[in-house]
């Protein structure tokens, strides 16, 4: 009677782990099966009845987990022609001083044979190398601006010290502060003996690999020719081209041409909006940005404008760009310049 009930309860627990088995492979065969299945609805849509590879960005590889590299780019119509902003996948343009502005010039996966010129760093402008989790490179800064690298713990390639990184390209018939260039290689050179982080999932925008569709936007508008004045010394302006569905770029009223290529700069998506700048009143004309807060601009693209809100937090959180009804902005897939123009001054959508 024992051996039969011991039998018995033997027999029910090999029962319970077949069974336990077979349930187990069918909900792991399901599991398995969604898993799949979703990874197939992320790499396809289905457009009719026939399904196709869902289109990827192409700007930039959006899986890469590449750090961006931010570079100073010297704007004094002297160190006209620039080097290299083809290949930058985001450019700002922010005031410097004496009306003379700078760019930063973003980087990522790219081997840019040749960038510059490059020149100092202001303390605002790590306010956009903080937002992008980016390298910084420069040659030379403002008092405040080697304040707050150091305090702030920025990872940056500098001209005065980092001597391997830069050259001057002699060739040039300008004055010796508007020769420094780098090159990608070298610069990642750098990254690598300083021993910096190279691994960052930060992106600023958020990129459609097709056309946005912006034409129930009530603000909408034709923007075939933007003009943006920063000053009586510098003027930004753009041409679209409708062939090309791009934005040809001007500088000073005359086409800005690559130093090297000698093609005229095109630019895809223009972000533009102003905001207060404040003279520190030192003997180089420095100035401040007041750039935390909110406000209105325009997101331009495809001969379109639209009104647009920014918002920023603080210094290193990310400026969030949205729509007028509070979603976000998505960009179309392209490079973008972001215009940073102080107030008061003109900005011309026709």
Known sequence: MKRRRLRKGIRNILYFIVFALVASFIFGY????????????????????????????????????????????????????????????????????GGITRLLAFYKDTNTAKIGSIRSARHYFLDYILENDAIFVHVGYSP?????????????????????????????????????FSTMEKIQKGIKSKGYRNTSNTQLLKYSPIKVDHSKDETL?????VTIKYSSYQTTSYEYDSDKMVYKLYMGGKEHNDLDTNKQYTVKNIITYQVKN??????????????????????????????????????????KY????????????????????PVNQTLKIE
Do not use: C
């Open 30 to 97: 399901f599991d398995l099966w969604e898993k799949i299945e979703s990874m197939l609805h992320e790499s396809i849509v289905k457009i009719g009845n026939i399904y196709v590879e869902k289109p990827k960005v192409k700007i930039i590889d959006e899986e890469s987990n590449s750090r961006l590299i931010g570079v100073s780019i010297n704007n004094n119509h002297a160190a006209w022609p620039h080097a290299g902003l083809q290949d930058a996948h985001i450019v700002y343009e922010l005031i410097s001083e």
């Open 144 to 180: 405040q601006a080697q304040e707050d690298i150091k305090s702030l713990k920025i990872n940056n390639l500098n001209g005065l010290y980092d001597n391997s990184v830069f050259y001057r390209d002699k060739t040039l018939n300008r004055a010796y502060e508007h020769t420094a």
């Open 221 to 225: 508008k034709k923007a075939n020719k």
């Open 278 to 319: 404040i003279d520190l009143n030192d003997d180089k004309g420095r100035q401040d940005l007041k750039n935390i807060g909110t406000g209105e601009g325009y997101y331009i693209s495809n001969g379109e404008a639209i009104k647009i809100k920014w918002s920023k937090t603080s210094r290193s959180e990310k400026t």
């Open 322 to 341: 949205m729509l007028m009804n509070g979603e976000e902005l998505v960009v179309n897939d392209g490079n973008t310049w972001i215009h940073i123009q």
